[in-house]
């Protein structure tokens, strides 16, 4: 059970780390915060592998490019995304 909050804490820092990159993070909320990180994890995981640090069974540099590219292909697909970005 414990493990289950790491990786639903640890998804909403990853996910907020991708909204501050893309400058996204002040429209998305907590919840999509960890949808981000959750999704984009597996993502950036499933693409680059799981190298480098881990923390809650997530390696951190590919979950976090992962969830920067997921965070940016939902940003443009719902007409987010500003050219003055």
Known sequence: MLHWIWV????GIIGA????ITKRGGSMG???NIIAGLVGS???????GSWGPQIAGMAIIPSIIG???LVIIV???FGIWQKNN
């Open 75 to 77: 940003s443009f697909c």
């Open 8 to 11: 639903l804490i640890i998804g």
């Open 67 to 69: 969830a920067v590219i």
């Open 30 to 32: 907590w919840i999509s």
């Open 17 to 20: 780390i991708a909204g501050a």
């Open 42 to 48: 597996s993502f950036g995981e499933w693409i680059l």
